[in-house]
Structure formats: C-alpha cells, structure tokens
C-alpha cells in the first residue's frame, strides 16, 4: 500500500516539516532503493543509502533522472522516497510517475549535473608555539609564547572526470614560501606520480602575521627568527600534504558555483599618499581606493551537499598588533573557524543572524548539551564534587581524541572546509579607524606616516581599539558575514574546462616592452632585488625603528654607511631602482647564500568561467586591478567566447614570496610598498607582460616554456634556535599540577573570564598537531565530561611562560572568555603538554582544574 505523509523532525531551533513520499517496503532490503533529496535555490543535495546498491540499471538511470530535475527547482523542498524498483507495484509506480510529472511541470531554470570531481582537506599546520619569533612585523622582540586559536592548511581540488585537475591550497601562514612549495611538490610527485606537478598546484598565504617564522629559505625572510627553524618547516610542509591527500581521497562528483558582493567595512588603504599618484582618470573608474569585492566558490557535493567554500577578499593579516606573541590566524583565519563552525552547527541552512549570538562568535555548545541542570544549587554542588587532579601520565593520543572538531566523531559525512584567501592586499589595512599618532590622539603625518617626524608612534586603529583581540574578532566577523550571504545566494555555476598554465622567470633582468607617448615602444629591465630606506619604516600596521620614515625617497648618510658594511649597490643598480634609495641590495648578497629570491613562479589556474592567478607577493589595489584588467582584456580578446564572462581574482602571496608590487605612479612615492618592491619600477609591468603570455597559450592551447628553476637551499640553511635542553618543576611538583585553581564553589556569568595556571612544559617538546594544549569541558550528566572548547576556539587562549629566560620551568596559563553563547553547567579546564627529560625522552602529562559553575 502507498501512503503520502509529514512528518514533523524536531530541531533545537524548532520544528521543520519534511514532505514525504513512501511506498512500502518489500520483503527483501536487497530489492529496494533508497532516496533522500533536498531541493534548494543553491541545488539539490540527494542521497542514497550505501547499504543498498546503486549499480541497477533502472535505479541508476532514475536516480540520474532525479537529480537532475531537482537541480533546476527554486524553493527549498525535503523528500524522501523508498521504493521497490525490481518488483512491480503498480500503485506505487503510478505515483511516483505522477511526482515527477509534477517535478516538470515545476521546474524552472535549467538543467544541471555535476561536471566535475571535487575534494577538499583541511590540516593542522600550527608551529611551535614558544621561543620563535613570529613572521611578518620583523619584530625581534615579538617571539611566541602560546595559542589565540589554531593554523590549518585547507585544500580544493577540482578534476575533469577523465581529464585536467587543479589543487589550491589556503594556508593560515604569512605567506607561501619556496622551499616549502618545493618540498610539498616532491612528496606528491612520490605519491602520485605526475598527477600533483608545479604547474597544477597553487600553494597560498593569508598573511597572518602571528605565525612562527622560520620557515622561508631567503636570507632576508629569516633574520629575526635567527635563521631557519626546521620545526616551523616541517609542520607546514606535513600539513599541506596531508590537506592534498584529504582532498584527493574525498574526490566525488559535485558542483561549484561563485558569487560575488561589496564588503564596505573591512579594510582602509593604508597608503593613500601614494594611491593618489595614480592617473586621476584611473582613479575615476573606481568609487573606492581599495577593492570592496569578495569572490566566493561554493562546493556542492552531488550526494552529500555544501562541503565547502573559498572566497578571496583583500584585507591585510594585521588586526593582530606587532607586540602580539600567541599563535592566530588573524581576521581571515577567524572568518574561517566562524564559518566552518557556523555550517556544522545548522548545516548552512540557516542565515547568520539565526546561529550568532551576542558575541558574534557561531553556537556550538549548545548543540552538544541540551538543558543539563536548570537547578543552580544542583550546579553548585556537583561543581563541589569535583576537584582538581593532579598532574599525571597521558598518551599523545588523548590531546587529539578529546578535540571538541574531532574528525573521528563525524567520520560518517564530510566535515565543510571554509577558507579566506588573499588578494591584492598590499595597500589594505584592517584597521578601519585610521591611523594614529599614540602620544596626542591625533591623526598622524598624511604622506609619511609620523607624529612630530617619528614613525614609531604611528599606529593604525581596528574597529575593537584598544583590544586587538576584539579587532580581530570584528573584521573577520565582517568577512564570515558577507561570506555567508554570498555562499547561501550563490547561483551562478562554474562550467567549462578545467586548465592551467605556470612558468618561473627571472625577475632581476627581465625585459619589459612598454608602449610611448606618441607611438612606438620602448624596452626596460627589471632590476635585481633591493629595499628601499622607507621599507624599514614599516607601516601604519606596524611601525618600524630609528628615523626611518615613509615617502623617503632620498635616504641619509648615516644608513648608507651601515649598508656599505653589508653590500655597496654600483651606480647601474641605483640607477635601474631610481628613484628608490637602496637600503639594502638583497638581489646582490649571496652570503651566507641568496639573500632575496631572483626566480619566481607565476600561474594560472582555471576552473570554467573562473581564472585564478597565482602570483607571489603583495600587489596593492591599483596594481591589481590593472593585471585582472589585462588579464581580463588577454582572455576576451583571444576570440573564445567561453571567456565572455570570465570572472579573474589574484591570490596573493602563493607558490613563494618576493615582498611587494606597486603602480609605476605608486612606486614614485616610495612609500613603504614602493621600498619594497623589489624588482625596480617597472615590476608591475613585467607581470603583466609575462601573465598575458601565460592567458595566451591558455586560450590557444598551446604549451609554454617551464623556465629556470628555483634553487633548493634546504642543504645551506643556517640556524640559531637553541634547542630545548630540558623541563623541569620544583621538588614534589609533578607536570600538570594546578599552580592556580579556580577559587573554591566559584561561579562565573557569561561573558566573564576564567583562568587557571598549570605547570607545564616547553610547547616545542610536541606540536600537538591535531589536537590541543588546552581544553573546556562540560558535564553531562552526573559524572560525563564532554569538550566544549578547544585551544582552536577563539575565546580559549593558551599562554606559555617561563620564571626566567634560561629556566627549565615554566607554565601555562589557560584563559577562557565565556561566550555569551556558553550553555550553563558545570565546567572544568584542562591542559596537555609534553616534558623532555635531560636524555632527550618526550612524556606527555595532563592535568585537570577543579569544577566551577557558568550560570
């Protein structure tokens, strides 16, 4: 017999009907099929039971037919049918044919099936979290000490089915960096043959600047953190293979689909002295002086839905000041935990507004626990009953199996992978409030960015001014918010060939055909590598030392005799950087071995109507746009109408890294963008050039030269990092006891901080990869702790210290900033770690905070 029912599925947000189709079942499961679908305006999701085989040919052919006729319906509509496809019931088969009649009739749009394979991964890459200076400010005093929240590598690979693939990689680091990108490129060709190659994989920074440094191979890159730091190397290089080999495993039919949209609040141009020397013409063209639009792709698998998304929006990774010294993933690595938090907790179903709470930060706790104790004296003295233990024993494993994203708890569906790249950055500042000068409250210098002729006290403002923390928190709420509206509007799907094309060049002498005032042409050179005085006055993000000042474009005597001391540019290298005073002639210092990189890597990576262009530095806004705008014009013009509605962003800092690119107008100025751009005037030019050969051969199909390669330096690499000799706490205090307990029968409000201290051991012993430092926990039930929150949680940080410098002693302090959204209940916090004995062994430890009530 048939029957046609609702049925009403409870949820924590309320009641969701479902329309639902059932025919009854036959007496044996072997001749039934099984389908579930979702009809949504972004497509459908459809699945089917893996128990039961789809190998039949009708309940392929059906099951083809189905998924079809969904993708093209509006509206948002729940199925379920179960049916007999190898017995006759006329009944049932009437029905069902009479539903999709009804499907056809209506349907709108058209019709779509998957056209590609797509995979993606995500792993944890987060670095030594003491003793490493962290890259980006190139402040020597800014060394870690603890965890803001954790760096992932997060991965997309899109395949033709029987043809081309490309793989992006998002790392949550400052930048990409030759010798990682070298290192990644021999392990996949080890494993997979010429499947992975430089030419098809993209590896890309979001240029947090609260990340361990250490792990580039130019001289220049690792000064302050006293040379190479292998174990920054290795987890960055471990993390993006195993991302890769996640995202080819879970290669599956899908779709993808982009969107594009203005967001207005998340970054300032930080040097618009310099942008105001571009053409006012070309100016004119744009309403702002940096770009508003984010791009986003939206991952739809066939059978199991939205499994991710990747977006691209510039904003510096500097809400996070240059005196910070935890590990963070600044705004763009919060933006991306939001994000992946939110569609976990409601599956994307849901706008924002519905799965935020006060502090902007996506529910999750509540999800796990529902309604524990309403009864605070029950809290209060369960809370009693439980206090703190001391330090003892533990596995490495328990760190991993007790993190609250546990990949083991949802090994039954893919988890979603959110990432937020980066673009033409260079000029873009996330501190939207302005810049500063610290002593008087007043706007700082316009076309040098000083107060009273000083840079250093010149500081950009974020949003959450004073709290960096708070800002960081803001920006990257701003880019979740505008990524979630795109990603739940996206319509538009990417369709077409899958290419790529990628060649190195030698950035210190190529020729350039530039076209002159009044016809004909003219060919300059690009120069060798050198840094400008102004580059050592940092920014208005992070302020450099001395008397240097921006919009320097003379120098001093003084300085000058300090470079002579390292290298002496002649008279052609100054002339070729003109009008850039050269502070240091890095392209020219090859001791102890290169000092900047001269050989680098430019690609294209395409993807249907969509065109990635790999390039490894920091463009600004107006230098950007011109290369997307010729791009853009190269690919048209090429005669292929499947370029028509090409849409083409940059991501920034990918493959390696060679500091900036500025306007030839902007380089002028020699702001500290113009100090840093390396290859002389004529930079931009150069990339434009060679990226349209590059769109060229893609639109003819033709091949390209590889080029030179890049030298390897692993075997040179030089570092000073002591190593950590041993850990040790006082007589009679084991590792993981409480050094301070929460006060005894404590309760805390929501919004309020908790903080215990352990004694604890240096972070380097063990990077806890995939796992965590520290841990909240929630009872559930009598006498069930269940984590609640993570050293990858924004309100949970981790801080390491030491008592003295040399001191084999040390602690950690846990902070937990109870979120608004925190369900009430008992609580208790937790700390892992790993001790080195004098010979070298590595024991890891646990310890437990006594109970404390959040009500």
Known sequence: MVSCH???????????????????????????????????????????????SLFKLRSDYLFFCLKSLMRSFGGAMMGFFHFNLNKRRPCANICFWIFLVLLLQNSRGTLSVSNYLVGLGSYDITGPAADVNMMGYANTEQIASGVHFRLRARTFIVAEPQGNRVAFVNLDACMASQLVTIKVLERLKARYGNLYTENNVAISGIHTHAGPGGYLQYVVYIVTSLGFVRQSFDVIVDGIEKSIIQAHESLRPGSIFVNKGELLDAGINRSPSAYLNNPAAERGKYKFDVDKEMTLLKFVDDEWGPVGSFNWFATHGTSMSRTNSLISGDNKGAAARFMEDWFEENGGGQAYSDSLQVDGVPRRVSNIIHNLHENYDELRELAASFQSTPGRPATRFLSVARRVRNPLRQADKPGFVSAFCQTNCGDVSPNVLGAFCTDTGQPCDFNHSTCGGKNELCYGRGPGHPDEFESTRIIGDRQFRKAVDLFNKATEQLKGKIDYRHTYLDFSKLSVTLPKQGGGSEV????????????????????????????????????????????????????????????????????????????????????????????????????????????????????????????????????????????????????????????????????????????????????????????????????????????????????????????????????????????????????????????????????????????????????????????????????????????????????????????????????????????
């Open 524 to 855: 300059v050179k690009t120069c060798p590598a050198a840094m400008g005085f102004a580059f050592a006055a940092g920014t208005t993000d992070g302020p450099g030392a001395f008397d240097f000042k921006q919009g320097d474009d003379q120098g001093n005597p003084f300085w000058r005799l300090v470079r002579n001391v390292l290298k002496t540019p002649d008279k052609v290298q100054m002339d070729c950087h003109h009008p850039k005073p050269i502070l240091l002639d890095t392209g020219e210092m090859t001791k102890p071995y290169d000092w900047a990189p001269s050989i680098l890597p430019i690609q294209i990576l395409r993807i249907g109507q969509l065109v990635i262009l790999s390039v490894p530095g920091e463009f600004t806004t107006m230098a950007g746009r011109r290369l997307r705008d010729a791009l853009k014009t190269a690919l048209i013009s090429g005669g292929s109408k499947e370029f028509k509605n090409v849409h083409v962003v940059i991501a920034g800092l990918t493959n390696t890294y060679s500091q900036y690119v500025t306007t030839f107008e902007e380089y002028q100025v020699q702001r500290y963008e113009g100090a840093s751009t390396l290859y002389g005037p004529h930079t931009l030019s150069a990339y434009i050039q060679e990226f349209k050969k590059l769109a060229t051969a893609l639109v003819t199909s033709s091949t390209i030269e590889p080029g030179l390669q890049p030298p390897d330096l692993l075997d040179q690499q030089i570092s000073l990092l002591p190593p950590v000799v041993l850990d040790g706490t006082p007589p009679g205090v084991k590792f993981g006891d409480l050094q301070f307990d929460v006060p005894m029968n404590s309760t805390f409000k929501r919004g309020g901080m908790v903080n215990v201290t352990f004694w604890s051991a240096c972070p380097r012993n063990d990077l806890m990869t995939e796992g965590t430092f520290a841990l909240v926990e929630i009872l559930h039930g009598k006498d069930s702790w269940v984590p609640a929150y993570d050293d990858d949680d924004f309100c949970l940080r981790f801080k390491w210290s030491r008592p003295a410098k040399l001191s084999p002693r040390s602690y950690a302090t846990i902070e937990w900033r109870i979120p608004e959204s925190a369900a009430a209940g008992v609580y208790r916090i937790r700390h892992f770690g790993a001790s080195k004995s004098l010979f070298g062994s590595i024991s890891h430890f646990t310890g437990t905070s006594s109970a404390f009530v959040v009500a």
């Open 6 to 52: 609702k049925i009403l599925e409870e949820e924590e947000s309320g009641k969701v009907e479902e329309n639902v189709f059932s025919a009854e079942p036959s007496k044996t499961k072997e001749d039934d099929e099984l389908f579930f679908f979702t009809l949504t305006p972004n497509g459908p999701k459809v699945w089917h039971t893996p128990r039961l």
